[in-house]
Every structure is written in C-alpha cells, then in structure tokens.
C-alpha cells in the first residue's frame, strides 16, 4: 500500500536543479533528492527526460534495469515505428530530429479488402503534405535519445523498481541496487507491464484480441514506391512498412491459431505464405529476419495521474498495432505534461491539480484511438456478406470523397 501523508513543501529547497544527499533517519540510509524521477528508459521515458531537460530547471533522473543505449547495428531492426509529422516536430524541438540515424520517408498508404471491393488510398499531395510520415527503427530512435541524455541535466540509474512509498513532498523510491531516491514527482513509463502502475495500486482495463503480432524484416522483389500497405483478410491483418525501396518490415496481426499454425512454418514455407497473402502486390517476399511474436492485448489505466505520479505512454496506454499509433500517442503525451508543468507555478511539481490538466487532456484522444482500432479490427474481422458489402461501400465512398478522407 502506499502512505499518503498531508502534502506540504516545507523544508523543500527552492533551487529546482538542486541535487543533494542527506541521511533519512527513517530509512537509515542515504537518499538521492530528485524534483523528477522516471521509471522506465525507452522511447517516451528518455524523450520525457530530455524534453523537461531541455524546457525546466529540474534534476532528472531516468531509472531502468537495462542498457538504454542500444546498438544500431548496420541491417534493419524488426520493431519499428511510423513517425507522425507532429512527432517529428517534436523530436525536432529537442534536438534529436538530425541525430538519427537512417529514417524512411512513405508520400502514400494504400489499404486494401481480400473480402470485398473496398479500397482506401492517402497520398501527402492531397494534404499538400512533403510526405506523410516516417518508418523509424525503435533503436535508432532509442539510441539518439540517449545521446540526447548524455549532454542534459538527466542521471541514467541502471536498476529495477522494488518499493513505493509516498511523503510529504512527493515519493520515496528504493531500488533493487540498494539506494533509496526521493521525488516531488514520479513518472511512470515503463511499459504495458508497468510496476509503477501496479506499486501504486492504480486499475486498468484490459481487452484480449486473442491475436499475435508477427514482426519481421523482409525483402520485396518489387519496389513498395514509399508507400505503406495494409491488407486486410479473414483471420488477419498483414502490414507493410518500408524501410527501403525493396525492404519493408511486416506486422502481421494473426488470430492465434493463425499465428501458432505459421510458427511451426520453416521460413521458406513462411516466405510462400505471406507472398500469397499480400496477394502477390510485391512479388515473392524472402524474410531477411528472424520471426517475433507478440500477443496483442489493449490496456488503459483508471487514472493517469495521483498526486505527484503520472503515467505516460503503454504504461497509462497501450492499443492494437493495426494503424502504428503506439509511440506517437505515448509522445503525444510527453508533449501535454511537458506543456502543463512548464505553465504551473514553479512550486507546484506534482501538484494533483496541475496533473489532472494533463490526464484530462489525453484520455479522450487516446480512449477515442483505442476504440477505433478495436472496431476497425472487428469490422474488418467480420464476413457476414451485409457487413463485407457495408465495408467495401463505406472505404470506397471515404476513398472517392476528400472531406471525409
């Protein structure tokens, strides 16, 4: 359980970057002083930290049991993420926009029915749009994130969450290692599985496709013309996403009998497979990867925020891979509490109020994308022949009608 005591600021140092140590009788040992600690070092817990970093005067510190600097090596990573042109905006804003690596731009995204004659086409010309986005390698982003970190205010703590305790100011934090930290306020992004959410005794909803991922790297034998593909068939939805002119990273999102059936596949039976389920678009396909799968779950926390926690990206969050949105929401939301601390007076880090903004602020536009992909997954799911017909009128007259599109 976590002890909530009256909040209060006295004996609280008024220097916002100032980092001291000092001997908690209660505990008996001695504690780091942070105004933030995070608990998670991936994608959004490191752009939370250099984003804060780089706009407050605040002593930061990033806690997670891993290396958080991965290696880019010189072939493609499988996970990979579509990078909206707001989020490039806001990697832009933090200096971190230039220093990756290798990113692909995609101008269109063409999306496709096997079970009626729908079809949907986007294309950045439309928009009056450069391009529509980028296909990025999580460890690229990853990796200049934390180059990002090396040169801010922020101190990496490589160690596992054990305890929460709430005080006066904020939380105690003790770690596996030993220490014992102390905030005014603890953000929670450590992923779906969150010990954050769990240690703070904070519910969440939870809604089983009964489906898996399968991600991997493959090479086309015709060019995917910068575009991004989706087609949908009756036990699943196999995406394209293009990492060069011939090489595309694949999320293949399976009923799981579909998925366990093509696990036990050798990867010349599976190269078969998914050339006929992209209905030949491309040639015959030849994996460059090693196979991953995923069970596909949606959560949403009850509470984004308590006093002086706030959850952020899959750890408040996370929703069906069908459209790419993951990390952009889990930035989306990086730039809302960024925005909502940087407005609140200077003494109020982790006051509830000031919390509340932020939670109010991103639960409907994320509640809104969970359940759209969770009906797009259904829909598209269904085969009733009304259903099928309804699909394939309803993408076509989207796809014929700019306003709508």
Request: aromatic share 8%; net charge neutral.
């Amino acid at each position: 359980m976590i002890r909530r005591p009256p909040r209060s600021t006295q004996g609280v140092s008024s220097a916002a970057s100032d980092v001291y140590k000092r001997q908690d009788h209660c505990w008996g040992r001695v504690i780091n002083n942070f105004d933030v600690i995070i608990i998670g070092g991936g994608i959004v817990g490191l752009s939370m930290a250099v984003e804060i970093s780089n706009k407050m005067s605040l002593s930061i510190a990033v806690i997670d049991p891993n290396n958080c600097n991965p290696t880019v090596s010189e072939s493609f990573h499988t996970r990979v993420s579509a990078i909206t042109p707001t989020t490039k905006d806001f990697l832009k804003s933090i200096n971190v926009w230039n220093e990756l690596e290798r990113k692909n731009a995609f101008v269109a995204t063409q999306v496709w029915d096997q079970n009626s004659h729908g079809h949907l086409n986007f294309h950045a010309s439309d928009e009056d749009l450069k391009n529509l986005g980028y296909i990025i390698e999580n460890d690229v982003i990853q990796s200049a994130l934390f180059r990002a970190i090396e040169t801010s205010n922020a101190t990496m703590i490589q160690a596992s969450l054990v305890e929460l305790n709430a005080n006066k100011i904020g939380y105690k934090v003790v770690l596996d290692n030993g220490q014992t930290l102390s905030c005014k306020l603890l953000i929670g992004a450590d992923g779906p599985q969150s010990k954050v959410r769990s240690l703070a005794n904070i519910d969440f909803k939870e809604h089983n496709y009964n489906q898996k991922a399968i991600i991997a790297n493959v090479l086309t034998e015709k060019p995917l013309k910068q575009t991004t593909w989706q087609r949908f068939l009756s036990d699943s939805i196999l995406a394209f996403l293009p990492l060069s002119d011939n090489q595309a990273s694949i999320v293949w999102s399976c009923k799981n009998s579909l998925a366990n059936a093509l696990e036990k596949l050798d990867d010349i039976e599976f190269n078969k497979r998914i050339t006929d389920a992209s209905e030949y678009r491309f040639g015959s396909l030849e994996l460059q990867s090693a196979r991953k799968y995923f069970p596909l779950v949606s959560r949403s926390a009850n509470q984004y925020v308590l006093e002086s926690l706030a959850l952020i990206g899959d750890a408040a969050h996370n929703i069906h891979p069908l459209a790419g949105q993951g990390v952009n929401l889990g930035f989306s939301d990086v730039m809302e509490l960024s925005q909502q601390l940087q407005d609140s007076k200077p003494n109020a880090l982790g006051d509830f109020l000031v919390l509340r903004k932020y939670a109010r602020a991103r639960r409907l536009d994320n509640e809104v994308m969970a359940k759209t992909m969770t009906g797009l997954d259904w829909i598209y799911k269904e085969n009733m022949e009304p259903i099928r017909w309804l699909r394939g009128y309803g993408m076509n007259l989207i796809d014929q009608t700019p306003t709508l599109k």
